[in-house]
Nanobody
Framework: VQLQAFGGGLVQAGGSLRISCVAS????????WGWYRQAPGKQRELVAS???????VYADSVKGRFTISVGNAKDTVYLQMNRLEPADTAVYYC??????????????WGQGTQVTVSS
C-alpha cells in the first residue's frame, strides 16, 4: 500500500485547513486510519485515529477543533482542522493498518505534509 498526503500549507491562527491522504494498492484490508504529527525537536504524536466501525480517538489538544473522516471508497482519510493554533505547526503523517485498533502506529506511512500556523 502506498500513501500520499495532500493539502498542507501556511494558515493564520484561527483559520482552517483540510489535509487528505490517498491510499493506493491493496486498500481492501484497511480498517484503521490515523494522523500523526511531528514538530521540530519533538516526538511524533497521535493527532486522531478512526476505524472502519466508526470509532475515533483524538489527542486532547485537538478535541473539538479537528475532525478525522474517511471517504466512501475507504481510500482517502481526511483531517479537517479548525481554529488552528501556532502549536499545531508540524509535519502531519497519515498511517493505516489492517486491524481495528485505534491510536496504533502501523507499518504504512505517508510522506508527510507540512502545516504551518502563523500567529
Amino acid at each position: 500500500v502506498q500513501l500520499q498526503a495532500f493539502g498542507g500549507g501556511l494558515v493564520q491562527a484561527g483559520g482552517s485547513l483540510r489535509i487528505s491522504c490517498v491510499a493506493s494498492g491493496n486498500i481492501f484490508q484497511i480498517n484503521a486510519w490515523g494522523w500523526y504529527r511531528q514538530a521540530p525537536g519533538k516526538q511524533r504524536e497521535l493527532v486522531a485515529s478512526i476505524n472502519s466501525i466508526g470509532q475515533t480517538v483524538y489527542a486532547d489538544s485537538v478535541k473539538g477543533r479537528f475532525t478525522i473522516s474517511v471517504g466512501n471508497a475507504k481510500d482517502t482519510v481526511y483531517l479537517q482542522m479548525n481554529r488552528l493554533e501556532p502549536a499545531d505547526t508540524a509535519v502531519y503523517y497519515c498511517n493505516i493498518g489492517s486491524s481495528y485498533v485505534l491510536a496504533h502506529e502501523y507499518v504504512h506511512w505517508g510522506q508527510g505534509t507540512q502545516v504551518t500556523v502563523s500567529s
